[in-house]
């Protein structure tokens, strides 16, 4: 069996890209090269054809684009063009003014530096990582599109953009021929802060929608209804999610969630991926793993039947009570 036929694949906005319905993040778990292997292998297999990073995913900074680097090189190279591989800056990368945010100096330096990392000529999606207030949209949208002009993006991206920010940066894209295709923000059960407007506006200029953290760091899986796995980020980092995010009144929700699931014949990852689902305008789902089957739990998400009216109204009722707006 192809491994395509294994994957479903949706347009991107208006574009002319089809990105496949999960896609795979390389954040901490691209760190080791070993593990990167066997992650981007797994989802290959599965028909998942997009790669996302950032030039500060590691630890180190750069580690992430590295590791698929060499995969790229040794592995995949002869699929290359079957791939999306997209990057993104925006965050602090290096010390100094230039490091950080949204000017033309270090989005361009960037790029540069992330193209040798992953050993390539050109990313297929290059995003701004954040909205910069102090430098103006027009430089950082310029940037995008010399990018594009230059062949090093062939598609340009936002992320973690505000509604207003959003129409501004896709009318000034616009103007300089170089149309923004896609829009990447964090969305989860758990985290519904784009709904009605960011989606809204993100929709209307004829952008897709790609949402990472659709497990919202792993809570919105098995993996934490019984306490707090020895090998979990909450105990080997800590940094975004922490032990006092799981309250008890939150995993007894969270066990009401996966006694749904199990219901319906799935797990709560699946449940909560297929939940993200029941909104068209979400293009692809970016999930990360640490481990393959955890890539394979989520790739059953393509076959799962829709959420029903009543399941709807379940899930929403359950959620209400821990979720933040």
């Not at 003014?97 to 297929?124: E, F, I, N």
């Not at 103006?136 to 062949?151: C, D, S, V, W």
């Not at 995993?251 to 699946?270: F, H």
């Not at 089957?293 to 799962?304: P, S």
Request: glycine letters at 8%.
């Amino acid at each position: 069996m192809s491994r395509y036929s294994l994957m479903q694949y949706n347009r991107c906005g208006n574009s002319g890209l089809k990105l496949p319905l999960v896609s795979l993040g390389g954040w901490h778990n691209f760190s080791n090269p070993d593990q990167a292997r066997a992650l981007t292998l797994r989802a290959w297999d599965l028909g998942i054809t997009h790669f996302d990073f950032a030039n500060n995913y590691g630890p180190p900074p750069g580690a992430a684009e590295t590791s698929f680097g060499g995969i790229l090189q040794h592995e995949l190279a002869a699929h290359r063009d079957e791939l999306i591989v997209s990057s993104k800056a925006g965050y602090p990368m290096w010390d100094g003014p230039y490091g950080d945010w949204g000017s033309k100096k270090y989005l361009t330096a960037s790029l540069h530096q992330s193209l040798r990392r992953l050993r390539l000529d050109y990313v297929d999606i290059f995003y701004h990582h954040r909205f910069d207030p102090d430098t103006p949209l027009e430089e950082t949208m310029g940037a995008l599109a010399q990018f594009i002009r230059e062949g090093k993006a062939l598609y340009a991206g936002i992320s973690n953009y505000p509604a207003k920010a959003v129409k501004k940066a896709a009318k000034i894209m616009a103007k300089l021929r170089a149309p923004l295709v896609i829009h990447q923000c964090a969305y989860n059960l758990l985290h519904r802060g784009i709904e009605d407007q960011v989606l809204e506006e993100t929709a209307a200029h004829g952008m897709g929608m790609i949402v990472f953290s659709p497990l919202a760091q792993g809570q919105l899986s098995d993996r934490y209804l019984h306490g707090i796995p020895a090998d979990s980020r909450v105990k080997t980092s800590g940094q975004f999610l922490r032990a006092e995010h799981l309250t008890r009144q939150k995993i007894e929700v969270l066990a009401k969630l996966n006694d749904l699931a199990k219901a319906r014949g799935q797990t709560l990852s699946q449940l909560a991926l297929t939940w993200i689902l029941r909104d068209r305008r979400v293009t692809s789902l970016l999930i990360g793993a640490s481990k393959p089957e955890q890539i394979e739990d989520c790739c059953k998400v393509v076959k799962a039947e829709l959420l029903s009216a009543g399941e709807l109204l379940e899930i929403s009722n359950l959620i209400a009570q821990i979720a933040k707006p």
